[in-house]
Protein backbone atom coordinates (compact mmCIF):
# COMPACT_ATOMS: atom_id res chain seq x y z
CA UNK A 1 0.00 0.00 0.00
CA UNK A 2 2.90 2.77 1.07
CA UNK A 3 4.86 1.48 -2.46
CA UNK A 4 1.22 2.16 -4.02
CA UNK A 5 1.19 5.71 -2.38
CA UNK A 6 4.34 6.81 -3.35
CA UNK A 7 3.60 5.74 -6.97
CA UNK A 8 0.91 8.36 -6.85
CA UNK A 9 2.81 10.85 -5.14
CA UNK A 10 5.44 10.24 -8.02
CA UNK A 11 3.31 11.04 -11.11
CA UNK A 12 2.21 13.93 -9.08
CA UNK A 13 -1.69 12.67 -9.20
CA UNK A 14 -3.58 16.17 -8.49
CA UNK A 15 -1.70 17.01 -11.56
CA UNK A 16 -3.30 14.44 -13.39
CA UNK A 17 -6.28 15.12 -12.15
CA UNK A 18 -6.69 18.07 -13.56
CA UNK A 19 -5.93 17.28 -16.82
CA UNK A 20 -8.28 14.99 -16.79
CA UNK A 21 -11.03 17.66 -15.60
CA UNK A 22 -9.69 20.49 -17.77
CA UNK A 23 -9.85 17.94 -20.97
CA UNK A 24 -13.68 16.69 -19.62
CA UNK A 25 -14.98 20.01 -19.16
CA UNK A 26 -13.18 21.09 -22.21
CA UNK A 27 -15.29 18.39 -24.38
CA UNK A 28 -18.78 17.73 -22.50
CA UNK A 29 -19.06 22.01 -21.76
CA UNK A 30 -17.73 23.34 -25.29
CA UNK A 31 -17.30 20.56 -27.76
CA UNK A 32 -20.55 18.81 -27.23
CA UNK A 33 -22.81 21.58 -26.91
CA UNK A 34 -21.50 23.30 -29.83
CA UNK A 35 -21.80 19.31 -32.02
CA UNK A 36 -25.46 18.58 -30.18
CA UNK A 37 -25.95 16.28 -32.68
CA UNK A 38 -22.31 13.57 -32.47
CA UNK A 39 -22.45 9.99 -32.83
CA UNK A 40 -21.36 8.39 -29.34
CA UNK A 41 -18.00 7.56 -30.97
CA UNK A 42 -17.37 11.03 -30.38
CA UNK A 43 -16.93 10.37 -26.62
CA UNK A 44 -15.19 6.75 -27.48
CA UNK A 45 -12.60 9.22 -28.66
CA UNK A 46 -11.87 11.07 -26.00
CA UNK A 47 -11.98 8.99 -23.36
CA UNK A 48 -8.33 7.38 -25.23
CA UNK A 49 -7.38 10.93 -25.75
CA UNK A 50 -7.38 11.47 -22.10
CA UNK A 51 -6.13 7.80 -21.39
CA UNK A 52 -3.24 9.10 -23.34
CA UNK A 53 -2.74 12.31 -21.60
CA UNK A 54 -2.81 11.29 -18.25
CA UNK A 55 -0.35 8.47 -19.35
CA UNK A 56 2.11 10.77 -20.90
CA UNK A 57 1.96 13.30 -18.57
CA UNK A 58 2.60 10.98 -16.05
CA UNK A 59 5.63 9.66 -17.74
CA UNK A 60 7.26 13.24 -17.39
CA UNK A 61 6.78 13.57 -14.31
CA UNK A 62 8.35 10.49 -13.41
CA UNK A 63 11.41 11.19 -15.48
CA UNK A 64 11.37 14.62 -14.57
CA UNK A 65 11.97 13.29 -10.84
CA UNK A 66 14.03 10.60 -12.29
CA UNK A 67 16.80 13.24 -13.05
CA UNK A 68 15.99 15.83 -10.38
CA UNK A 69 16.43 13.91 -7.37
CA UNK A 70 19.90 15.77 -6.41
CA UNK A 71 18.02 19.05 -7.18
CA UNK A 72 15.36 18.15 -4.83
CA UNK A 73 17.08 17.26 -1.77
CA UNK A 74 17.97 20.57 -1.51
CA UNK A 75 14.76 22.21 -2.44
CA UNK A 76 12.47 20.00 -1.34
CA UNK A 77 14.14 16.44 0.28
CA UNK A 78 11.03 15.18 2.51
CA UNK A 79 9.67 14.85 -1.31
CA UNK A 80 11.91 12.73 -2.39
CA UNK A 81 10.59 9.04 -3.20
CA UNK A 82 13.24 8.52 -6.55
CA UNK A 83 15.68 6.14 -4.93
CA UNK A 84 14.01 6.87 -1.48
CA UNK A 85 11.39 5.01 -1.99
CA UNK A 86 10.96 3.78 -5.30
CA UNK A 87 13.88 2.29 -6.66
CA UNK A 88 15.86 4.49 -10.13
CA UNK A 89 15.39 1.16 -11.81
CA UNK A 90 11.23 0.40 -11.55
CA UNK A 91 11.53 4.71 -12.17
CA UNK A 92 12.67 3.95 -15.53
CA UNK A 93 10.32 1.20 -16.06
CA UNK A 94 7.23 3.05 -15.54
CA UNK A 95 8.67 5.73 -17.66
CA UNK A 96 8.90 3.31 -20.24
CA UNK A 97 5.62 1.97 -19.90
CA UNK A 98 3.47 4.73 -19.21
CA UNK A 99 5.19 6.35 -22.39
CA UNK A 100 3.94 3.84 -24.71
CA UNK A 101 1.14 2.94 -22.94
CA UNK A 102 0.19 6.18 -23.97
CA UNK A 103 1.15 6.23 -27.45
CA UNK A 104 -0.67 2.37 -27.73
CA UNK A 105 -3.82 3.64 -26.67
CA UNK A 106 -4.16 6.62 -28.62
CA UNK A 107 -3.32 4.13 -31.92
CA UNK A 108 -6.41 2.25 -30.87
CA UNK A 109 -9.07 4.79 -31.42
CA UNK A 110 -6.98 7.12 -34.13
CA UNK A 111 -6.77 5.37 -37.26
CA UNK A 112 -2.97 6.53 -38.26
CA UNK A 113 -3.27 7.71 -41.68
CA UNK A 114 -6.11 9.87 -40.42
CA UNK A 115 -4.88 11.53 -37.54
CA UNK A 116 -1.08 11.50 -37.81
CA UNK A 117 -1.08 14.40 -36.27
CA UNK A 118 -2.28 13.03 -32.56
CA UNK A 119 0.59 10.01 -33.33
CA UNK A 120 3.03 12.61 -34.30
CA UNK A 121 2.04 14.87 -31.15
CA UNK A 122 1.83 12.33 -28.62
CA UNK A 123 5.40 11.49 -29.57
CA UNK A 124 6.91 14.86 -29.86
CA UNK A 125 5.67 15.26 -26.66
CA UNK A 126 7.40 12.20 -24.62
CA UNK A 127 10.47 13.71 -26.76
CA UNK A 128 10.65 16.91 -25.20
CA UNK A 129 9.49 15.95 -21.94
CA UNK A 130 12.15 13.37 -22.03
CA UNK A 131 14.98 16.29 -23.15
CA UNK A 132 13.19 19.52 -20.82
CA UNK A 133 14.60 16.90 -18.09
CA UNK A 134 17.90 16.45 -18.79
CA UNK A 135 18.14 19.59 -20.57
CA UNK A 136 15.91 22.12 -21.19
CA UNK A 137 14.67 22.93 -17.90
CA UNK A 138 18.46 24.12 -16.94
CA UNK A 139 18.58 26.48 -19.47
CA UNK A 140 17.68 30.14 -19.34
CA UNK A 141 13.60 30.68 -20.27
CA UNK A 142 13.15 27.32 -22.39
CA UNK A 143 12.39 24.95 -20.07
CA UNK A 144 9.51 27.20 -18.51
CA UNK A 145 8.54 28.04 -22.49
CA UNK A 146 8.45 24.13 -22.68
CA UNK A 147 6.42 23.66 -19.58
CA UNK A 148 3.77 26.35 -20.96
CA UNK A 149 3.41 25.15 -24.44
CA UNK A 150 2.88 21.60 -22.91
CA UNK A 151 0.30 22.58 -20.11
CA UNK A 152 -1.49 24.80 -23.06
CA UNK A 153 -1.42 21.38 -25.71
CA UNK A 154 -3.54 19.65 -22.67
CA UNK A 155 -6.75 21.42 -23.97
CA UNK A 156 -5.14 21.88 -27.86
CA UNK A 157 -5.06 17.93 -28.22
CA UNK A 158 -8.63 17.42 -27.26
CA UNK A 159 -9.36 20.28 -30.00
CA UNK A 160 -6.99 18.71 -32.47
CA UNK A 161 -8.36 14.70 -32.01
CA UNK A 162 -11.89 16.09 -33.47
CA UNK A 163 -10.62 16.33 -36.66
CA UNK A 164 -8.88 14.12 -39.57
CA UNK A 165 -5.62 15.91 -41.07
CA UNK A 166 -7.38 16.64 -44.29
CA UNK A 167 -9.85 18.51 -42.23
CA UNK A 168 -7.35 20.20 -40.71
CA UNK A 169 -5.50 21.33 -44.05
CA UNK A 170 -8.31 21.82 -45.73
CA UNK A 171 -11.42 23.22 -43.57
CA UNK A 172 -13.87 23.00 -46.23
CA UNK A 173 -17.13 24.94 -45.05
CA UNK A 174 -15.84 26.14 -41.75
CA UNK A 175 -19.34 26.09 -39.89
CA UNK A 176 -19.86 29.34 -37.06
CA UNK A 177 -19.75 26.01 -34.59
CA UNK A 178 -16.23 25.23 -36.11
CA UNK A 179 -15.09 28.80 -35.59
CA UNK A 180 -16.63 29.32 -31.95
CA UNK A 181 -14.96 25.66 -30.83
CA UNK A 182 -11.21 27.38 -32.38
CA UNK A 183 -11.86 30.83 -30.51
CA UNK A 184 -12.61 28.72 -27.17
CA UNK A 185 -9.66 26.06 -27.70
CA UNK A 186 -7.62 29.64 -28.29
CA UNK A 187 -9.06 31.51 -25.02
CA UNK A 188 -8.00 28.39 -22.54
CA UNK A 189 -4.77 27.38 -24.34
CA UNK A 190 -3.33 30.63 -24.07
CA UNK A 191 -5.04 31.41 -20.79
CA UNK A 192 -3.05 28.07 -19.64
CA UNK A 193 0.27 28.78 -21.46
CA UNK A 194 0.72 32.62 -19.94
CA UNK A 195 -0.80 31.45 -15.99
CA UNK A 196 2.15 28.62 -16.63
CA UNK A 197 4.15 30.55 -17.49
CA UNK A 198 3.95 33.23 -14.41
CA UNK A 199 3.75 29.76 -12.01
CA UNK A 200 6.92 28.37 -13.62
CA UNK A 201 8.83 31.67 -13.19
CA UNK A 202 7.66 31.66 -9.08
CA UNK A 203 8.81 27.89 -8.92
CA UNK A 204 12.50 28.87 -10.22
CA UNK A 205 12.35 32.33 -7.76
CA UNK A 206 11.33 29.12 -4.62
CA UNK A 207 13.66 26.66 -5.79
CA UNK A 208 16.96 28.82 -6.39
CA UNK A 209 19.01 27.25 -3.58
CA UNK A 210 18.97 23.99 -5.40
CA UNK A 211 18.80 25.27 -8.74
CA UNK A 212 21.92 27.44 -8.25
CA UNK A 213 23.85 24.62 -6.34
CA UNK A 214 23.78 22.10 -9.23
CA UNK A 215 24.76 24.71 -12.34
CA UNK A 216 20.71 25.61 -13.61
CA UNK A 217 20.43 28.83 -15.61
CA UNK A 218 17.18 29.67 -14.54
CA UNK A 219 15.54 33.43 -14.86
CA UNK A 220 15.74 34.34 -11.09
CA UNK A 221 19.53 33.03 -11.47
CA UNK A 222 20.38 34.34 -14.65
CA UNK A 223 18.29 37.93 -14.38
CA UNK A 224 18.26 38.46 -11.21
CA UNK A 225 15.42 38.31 -8.10
CA UNK A 226 13.85 41.92 -8.96
CA UNK A 227 14.16 41.71 -12.50
CA UNK A 228 12.19 38.41 -12.90
CA UNK A 229 9.64 39.70 -10.41
CA UNK A 230 8.83 42.74 -13.23
CA UNK A 231 8.77 39.92 -15.98
CA UNK A 232 6.08 37.88 -13.57
CA UNK A 233 4.30 41.68 -13.34
CA UNK A 234 4.15 42.11 -16.49
CA UNK A 235 2.57 39.17 -17.52
CA UNK A 236 0.05 39.09 -14.83
CA UNK A 237 -0.77 42.62 -15.82
CA UNK A 238 -1.44 41.47 -19.43
CA UNK A 239 -3.60 38.46 -18.05
CA UNK A 240 -5.41 40.62 -16.09
CA UNK A 241 -6.19 42.84 -18.68
CA UNK A 242 -7.51 40.72 -20.95
CA UNK A 243 -9.39 39.08 -19.22
CA UNK A 244 -11.27 42.47 -17.54
CA UNK A 245 -11.42 43.26 -21.83
CA UNK A 246 -13.32 39.82 -22.74
CA UNK A 247 -15.73 40.88 -19.37
CA UNK A 248 -16.63 43.62 -20.75
CA UNK A 249 -17.30 42.12 -23.96
CA UNK A 250 -19.91 39.97 -22.02
CA UNK A 251 -21.78 42.73 -20.58
CA UNK A 252 -24.20 43.47 -23.36
CA UNK A 253 -24.98 39.77 -23.48
CA UNK A 254 -26.43 39.68 -19.75
CA UNK A 255 -23.97 36.78 -18.58
CA UNK A 256 -23.62 39.08 -15.60
CA UNK A 257 -22.85 35.60 -13.38
CA UNK A 258 -19.78 34.54 -15.66
CA UNK A 259 -18.88 38.10 -15.25
CA UNK A 260 -19.04 38.22 -11.55
CA UNK A 261 -16.97 34.41 -11.49
CA UNK A 262 -14.43 35.95 -13.25
CA UNK A 263 -13.87 38.72 -11.10
CA UNK A 264 -13.71 37.38 -7.98
CA UNK A 265 -12.01 33.93 -8.64
CA UNK A 266 -10.10 34.65 -11.97
CA UNK A 267 -8.90 37.76 -11.49
CA UNK A 268 -8.95 39.01 -7.80
CA UNK A 269 -6.49 36.16 -6.85
CA UNK A 270 -4.18 37.60 -9.81
CA UNK A 271 -4.75 40.65 -8.81
CA UNK A 272 -3.78 39.85 -4.89
CA UNK A 273 -0.60 37.87 -6.72
CA UNK A 274 0.57 41.09 -8.60
CA UNK A 275 0.07 43.66 -5.27
CA UNK A 276 2.20 41.29 -3.12
CA UNK A 277 5.09 40.23 -5.38
CA UNK A 278 7.15 43.23 -4.45
CA UNK A 279 7.40 42.14 -0.78
CA UNK A 280 8.16 38.11 -1.36
CA UNK A 281 11.27 37.52 -0.70
CA UNK A 282 11.53 33.76 0.99
CA UNK A 283 10.35 30.04 -0.35
CA UNK A 284 7.74 30.39 1.68
CA UNK A 285 6.33 33.64 -0.10
CA UNK A 286 6.94 32.22 -3.22
CA UNK A 287 5.08 28.93 -2.48
CA UNK A 288 2.07 30.87 -1.16
CA UNK A 289 1.99 32.88 -4.43
CA UNK A 290 2.31 29.80 -6.76
CA UNK A 291 -0.23 28.04 -5.26
CA UNK A 292 -2.84 31.40 -6.04
CA UNK A 293 -1.87 30.92 -9.53
CA UNK A 294 -2.55 27.20 -9.41
CA UNK A 295 -6.01 28.38 -8.04
CA UNK A 296 -6.50 30.89 -10.63
CA UNK A 297 -5.88 28.11 -13.55
CA UNK A 298 -8.17 26.32 -11.17
CA UNK A 299 -11.15 28.36 -11.70
CA UNK A 300 -10.47 29.44 -14.86
CA UNK A 301 -10.57 25.86 -16.26
CA UNK A 302 -13.81 25.44 -14.00
CA UNK A 303 -15.05 28.38 -15.93
CA UNK A 304 -15.66 26.44 -19.03
CA UNK A 305 -19.19 25.18 -16.94
CA UNK A 306 -20.80 28.59 -18.15
CA UNK A 307 -20.28 27.56 -21.41
CA UNK A 308 -22.54 24.54 -21.35
CA UNK A 309 -25.70 27.19 -20.79
CA UNK A 310 -24.12 29.78 -23.51
CA UNK A 311 -22.91 28.29 -26.18
Not at 111 to 119: D, L, M
Request: aromatic share 20%.
Amino acid sequence: MKSFIYFLRLVRWPNLLFILLAESLFHFFIYKPLYPNLAFTADYSFYFIVATSICIAAAGYIINDYFDVNIDQVNKPKSVVVGAHISRRWVIFWHLFLSMGGVYISLIAFPFQQYIHVHFSNLATILILWFYSTNFKRDFLIGNVVIAVLTAWTIGIVYFSKFTIVQLIYPANMQSADLRFLKLMILYSSFAFILTLIREALKDMEDMDGDGKFGCKTMPLAWGLQTTKVYVAVWLMVLILVLSIIQLYAIPFGWWISIIYCIITIISPLVYVLFNLKQAYTKSDFNQLSNWIKFAMLTGILSMGFFYFLL
